[in-house]
Structure formats: C-alpha cells, structure tokens
C-alpha cells in the first residue's frame, strides 16, 4: 500500500466518523430527561400548542425520519433557534467558536514553548537538579486544578499587580492576545505537564539509540543531533499525545473561560446547560466532537511527515 | 614516521552501581596506514567499548590511557577538533545497521548530512558525491535509493549504506564494529569483501572488530586477540594462526570449525567477571596450560619473532 491511498483512505474515515458523532448526538438529546416543547412552552401550555410546536419541530414523525432530518440540517449549518438568546444557534456559535480556538491556540503555543526547551533540559540533566526541579514544579502543576490555577494568576498578575485584565476579550487582535493570554497561561500549565513528561522520556529513549551514537559518530554538531536525529524521533510520540489532549484541552477551556469570563463556546456551553437551551447545546456538542476529530486527523498528517513508515 | 592510530594503556572503567567495571584494562595496539587490523575476542571482551572509546562514543565511563591520533591526543582534543576527526578523518560502521541508521531520515539526507558537516560541497556536489558513494558500496538505482528509507533496504543494503555514510568524507581509517554478525552468511562475505577492497583501492586503513577468526584469517593483515579487556596476543595473521603464542588463541583456533580437525574443542567455563579483576591472567581458570604463575602475577606483553607477540606465562609450552 502506499502513502498516497492510505492518505486517501484515512481522510474517507471522516465521513462515517461524522456520521456517527451525528447519530450520537441526536440519540443523547432523545436521552436527556424532560422533552424539548415542554422546555420551550413551559407548564401551563394546553395540550393543543404543544402538539402545534411538535409538528412545527417535526417531533411528530417516526425517530427515523427524525433522526435523517436532523442530519440533514446538520450538514448544512442548521440547528434552528436558540431559546434563549433568540438569536440562529449557527449564528451564536460562530460568533464564539473563534475565541475559544485562539484560547486554545495560546494555550497550546504557550505549553510547546515551556515543553520543549524544558523538556530538554530535563532529558540532557536526567535525575540531576535541574531534572529534579522541573518535574517538581511540572508535577505541582499536572495536580493542581485548572480553576485554581486560574484563579492564582488572576488575583497574582491581573488583580494584584494589574499587568493583565481580569477578563473579557476586548476589540480587536492585540487585545485579544492581551486579554487571552492568562487565561491562555492557566490552559496550558496542565498541557505543558503532560508534554513535557512525554518529551522528556521521549528523548531519553531516544538519547541512548545506537543512531544517535552513529549521528555523533558521523561527527555531526550536537545541535544537529539533538534537533535532527533525537527530537524528530521522540516529537513521534509527543505528537499522537498533543492529538488526543485537544478533548481535555477543550474541557479546560469550559472552565477558564468561565474563571476568565471570556466569551468563548465553553462558557456558552456553560450558560446554555444552566438554561436547558438544547438546541444551542446539541449543536455545540456536535461542532466540539467534529473538531476534536478534525484535530486527530491532523495529528495523523503531522505523524505522517514526521515518520516516513506510516502508511507504508 | 608515527602511526595513523596509536593505543597504549587504554583503560576503560563504568562505576555502576554495584562497583566498577573494568570494560578494557590496560590495552595497547597500533594501525598502520592502509591496514587492516581485527579486533578477536568473545561477547564482552571489550572489543566494540575499545573502538568507541577511540572517537569517545561512550556514555558514562572513565577512560584512561593514550589514544594518539596521527600524533595527536584523541583523549585531549575540544569538542569541534573531536567532531572534525568523527567521520571526516574517522569513519564508523556499527553492528546492527537497523538500529544505527535513523529511521526517520531518508538514506540521502543521512548522507549528505555527513557531507555538509565534513565538505564544502554544494548541494548539487552532495548529491553527486552521495550517488557515487552508493555506487562505490554497490547499491544499484542510485537515484532511486537516495530518496528511501532505511526500513526500504534489504540488511545487506542497509549495512552498505552505513559504510557508504562511513565513507563520505574519505577518513583515513574505518572502524567497523562486527559490521557483518547481524547478517546472514552469503551477504556477511559480500559485505566483507567490499570492505577489503574498498581498503586496497581507497588506500583507508581498516579496524575490523569481529567474534569470528573465519572473518580475521579472510580479511585482515593483523590481528589482535582480546579477553577480559586484555591483549592476549597480537602480530601478523599467518604467524598466529600458524603458531599461537597465547594460550587463549590456541584455543579460540581450536574451537574454529573448517580447520580439518575431528571435533571443535569448546572452551570451558565462562567469560570472566569484569567487576573483580583478576589478579594474575584473566584467562587462568580456563586455561589447560594453567601454570601456578598464571594465578599470581599478570603475564607481561612479549616479542616473539618480527611480528608476534603476546601476554602469556606458558607461550614457550604452546611451541612444543
């Protein structure tokens, strides 16, 4: 088999993968306990509006037919009206889904830029201070609660010594990156940790590789063998664990934009559940899962480049 | 004149946690230009640790002694002195060309990378340089190859490479560290013979470390033979295989199958143990020529005859 169908061949995944996460959805909506149109008309709605809104929502029809129309819709954007805004549910999600993933961005920035060097480091010094120190400060940092976190840098850098803003997102591109950058901050602390850990056995692994000996051997500088031939490797693994922290990334991101008050799709995601919003909450949940697919296709073309015997 | 690589005293030790180690104890050889010398002995004699500690590939241990490079002290040189003798005047081949070949990096880049840090080649004269270096190890479809990786070769084509990456900036000395163990037979005497005849045209100088005296009496000048991070006895092939002077060569060439005896004669016991050096000759608890000097005092290094010598107290009783 060669790279190009395997390529080919992993990018046709996505399409029942969305179409299971579709299903998914839809099913977990059906679960939740009390039904939509006595959310939407409340107790005292007479059995006449009731079945009015039902056929209007189309919850008249067979599951099946359900289920096709709601996929249906899906695939072009449409998730009706969120109850509590008033407002297209596709229209408030895209207003919000940018924020959250320029959160994300900074944390994931942030968390490769500590990672990395440190991580290095950590690995060239293995069980000598430096190593001890940072996996301490690593290790108060993968236990310690997001919120908490959150909540120390707040009253430290924004409240005490009002370097930062205390939340919001401001106008345009420079203030975002200002505002975001705590919030960013406290994201990536638990991302680093993990990342680091993982280089770092990555690159003791790696370290002692009869090709990194012959590397030194061919009298290649130490940067270019620690660059080319040890972390190129060790990156391999790395990278298939970055892919699958995106879900808990996105989970950490529910909760320091709620710390942060940042308008992005966590909060909403927040304001939506408190509300019993289900619409906003059924599409949010579905644009999460595709995007979390959509990173792990990316980690597998990253992991392609990387390694030339995948897909082979 | 000096010789291209001169060893005295060599000493390796690892302080692991249950003591030292004693890995190479007080060694000594020469090579000569456009030699070939092997390097005999069984697992854990402290061939493959002498060949690193040559170019200091190792990790963690104390060495000691004189390395003198073409008169210069190997064990003195700054890191970039060291890393332009590396491959550029010194050029490795190691055991397991899978392990040692990254598996990231095409057979090209592995290359030219050696290029670039030994060369003032552009990239157009690198990859020329890297075609005719497949060429020169016997890799057909130069072109196609370059762009591979190491997990696309066959062994045998893979242990080419590495000796064509060994090669590239011309070292006057190869060492090759049991290049042929992990390959089967017919490829091991492909590979050997390419790595003599790469000698006798390039004009290199060959270190052949090997567990295999078949391999020693086919490509080397010289030999020399190993236990227990000791010389036994070193010189000119044929006088030591003809006529060993060491009571451990006679019997390395006694259990040798292919030399018209009956029976192989296995050697008995086991490879000693390198935390607690022996006091007298290492060999001595196996040895069938065992003397009561042997258990008391280390044999000393001995001329006998132009090219032959060797560290044994029974050498005038192996003649008879």
Redesign the interface.
Not at chain 1, 208 to 211: F, G, H, M, P
Not at chain 2, 99 to 106: F, G, T
């Given at each position: 088999m060669n790279r190009g169908s395997w390529l080919l061949g992993r990018l046709a995944q996505i399409v029942p993968t969305f179409l299971m996460i579709g299903i998914a959805v839809f099913v977990l909506a059906r679960l939740l306990p009390g039904d939509q149109v006595s959310a939407m008309l409340g107790e005292r709605a007479t059995d006449e509006t009731i079945a009015r809104l039902q056929a209007e929502l189309g919850l008249d029809r067979s599951i099946f037919e359900q289920l096709l129309n709601f996929l249906v819709a899906a695939a072009q954007g449409e998730f009706g009206t969120s109850m509590s805004l008033r407002l297209p549910v596709m229209q408030v999600i895209a207003e919000r889904l940018p924020v959250t993933l320029a959160l994300m961005s900074i944390a994931m920035v942030l968390a490769l830029a500590i990672a990395l060097p440190l991580a290095f480091v950590a690995a060239l010094n293995a069980n000598r201070w430096p190593d001890m120190l940072i996996r301490t400060v690593f290790q108060i940092g993968l236990s310690s609660p997001v919120f908490y976190i959150g909540l120390l840098l707040l009253t430290v850098f924004a409240a005490g010594l009002r370097w930062f803003p205390v939340g919001g997102y401001g106008d345009d591109w420079g203030e975002h990156l200002y505002h975001l950058f705590l919030p960013g901050l406290t994201l990536s602390f638990s991302f680093a940790a993990v990342v680091m850990r993982n280089l770092r056995a990555g690159i003791l692994a790696v370290l002692?590789?009869?090709?990194v000996?012959?590397?030194?051997?061919?009298?290649?500088?130490?940067g270019?063998v620690l660059g080319?031939?040890v972390l190129?490797?060790a990156l391999?693994a790395t990278v298939t664990l970055v892919g699958l922290h995106v879900g808990a990334l996105l989970g950490g991101a529910v909760i320091t934009e709620t710390v942060f008050a940042v308008p992005g799709v966590g909060r909403l995601m927040i304001d939506s559940i408190l509300a019993r919003d289900y619409p906003v909450i059924q599409a949010l949940t579905l644009v999460l899962a595709v995007l979390v697919s959509l990173a792990f296709l990316l980690t597998d073309l990253v992991q392609m480049w990387?390694?030339?015997?995948v897909g082979? | 004149m000096t010789a291209l690589l001169e060893v005295s005293d060599l000493a390796v030790v690892f302080h692991t946690k249950r003591g030292p180690v004693h890995a190479v104890d007080g060694l000594g050889f020469s090579v000569e230009r456009g030699e070939v010398l092997g390097i005999v002995g069984e697992s854990g004699s402290g061939k493959s640790v002498t060949l690193?500690a040559i170019?200091r590939?190792l990790?963690g241990a104390e060495v000691t002694g004189r390395v003198n490079w073409q008169g210069e002290d190997v064990l003195a040189m700054d890191?970039e002195r060291l890393?332009?003798?590396?491959?550029?005047q010194i050029g490795?081949v190691?055991q397991?060309p899978m392990?040692?070949?990254?598996?990231?990096?095409?057979i090209g880049l592995q290359i030219t990378?050696?290029l670039i840090?030994?060369t003032q080649l552009d990239a157009a004269g690198r990859r020329a340089r890297a075609l005719e270096l497949l060429d020169l190890v016997g890799i057909a479809a130069g072109r196609t190859r370059l762009a591979q990786?190491p997990?696309?070769f066959s062994g045998g084509m893979r242990q080419r490479a590495?000796i064509a990456?060994?090669l590239?900036?011309n070292p006057a000395l190869l060492l090759a560290d049991e290049p042929t163990t992990a390959l089967d037979v017919t490829i091991q005497d492909q590979i050997l013979r390419l790595l003599r005849g790469l000698v006798d045209d390039l004009g290199m100088a060959l270190v052949l470390v090997t567990h295999d005296l078949g391999v020693i009496a086919e490509t080397c000048d010289r030999v020399a033979v190993m236990y227990a991070g000791r010389l036994c006895e070193t010189g000119a092939v044929a006088p030591v295989f003809a006529a060993p002077r060491h009571a451990y060569t006679k019997a390395l060439l006694g259990a040798m199958p292919g030399q018209g005896q009956d029976a192989l004669v296995a050697i008995p016991g086991m490879a000693p143990r390198l935390d607690a050096p022996a006091l007298g000759c290492a060999f001595a608890p196996r040895c069938a020529f065992r003397l009561p000097v042997c258990d008391t005092t280390r044999p000393a290094l001995r001329e006998f005859g132009p090219a032959q010598s060797s560290a044994c107290h029974a050498a005038e009783a192996l003649a008879s």
């Open positions: 002692t590789a009869e090709y000996d012959f590397a030194r051997a061919k009298g290649l500088a130490a270019v080319r031939h190129r490797n391999i990387l390694d030339p015997r082979r | 690193r170019t590939l990790h890191t890393r332009r003798m590396r491959g550029g490795m190691f397991e392990a040692a070949l990254n598996p990231v990096l095409s990378e050696t840090a030994h990786f997990h696309e590495m990456i060994a590239a900036a």
